[in-house]
């Protein structure tokens, strides 16, 4: 579709909130929805948002679906996931199903219209930076060492697409990418990962 074409190489959508305990910018659904607003406008395309509730294993997600439309009724979608707590401090049972939509469209959003974007909980994050940046150091660890281990961890869910983004932000060479790859074997099929995952070969020049 040559109107998303467009889009994805016009849009301008900056990290306008500010995460005060982590000490970083970071952008919300909303922001790329105001951003992207006057191209949809020029583009005669409309973005549609919708979102279901699924289960996977013993966890429950809030499934975003972005759909784009243009005049000639062509359409593109992207699917992006998030995962609803069982509780959390100071937020009853809607409050945290709105929270997780939110996260997840955004993350819809980023895959239909190429924004890269940290794969870390930008809005719920409480932690120091130091603490941020230390988790981080970790998973890197992890991820470097992982695939001399056969077969997965148990501690890894192939299903979780959350888990598979994060990993693949933190792919630095192409034994990453391939220990990802085959890790989250199943989300292989999954459009806004591999939307990531060419952005993620594009960025290593593989």
């Not at 679906?65 to 992006?80: D, F, H, Q, R, Y």
């Not at 995962?83 to 100071?90: A, D, H, L, P």
């Not at 997780?100 to 895959?111: C, D, E, Q, V």
């Not at 932690?127 to 941020?132: D, N």
Request: hydrophobic letters at 35%; glycine letters at 4%; aromatic letters at 6%.
């Amino acid at each position: 579709m040559k109107e998303l074409i467009t889009i994805q190489s016009e849009l301008k959508a900056p990290k306008s909130q500010f995460n005060r305990f982590g000490g970083y910018k970071y952008r919300k659904a909303e922001d790329i929805l105001e951003a992207v607003k006057p191209l949809l406008a020029k583009e005669k395309c409309t973005l549609v948002l919708t979102d279901d509730i699924v289960s996977v294993g013993n966890r429950i997600y809030v499934k975003s679906l972005a759909t784009l439309k243009n005049n000639s009724g062509e359409t593109e979608m992207s699917v992006g996931y998030a995962r609803e707590e069982e509780t959390k401090k100071g937020m009853d049972g809607s409050q945290i199903t709105g929270a997780s939509s939110s996260y997840a469209r955004k993350y819809a959003l980023n895959g239909l219209f190429a924004i890269d974007d940290n794969a870390d909980s930008d809005t719920t994050n409480t932690g120091t930076k130091s603490e941020a940046s230390t988790q981080q150091a970790s998973q890197s660890t992890v991820l470097q060492t992982a695939q001399q281990a056969a077969p997965v961890a148990s501690k890894y869910n192939p299903n979780n697409l959350q888990e598979a983004m994060n990993y693949l932000h933190l792919c630095k060479t192409k034994e990453n990418l391939v220990w990802v790859m085959q890790t989250y074997r199943p989300l292989m099929s999954n459009a806004q990962m591999m939307q990531a995952l060419s952005a993620k070969r594009k960025e290593l020049k593989l």
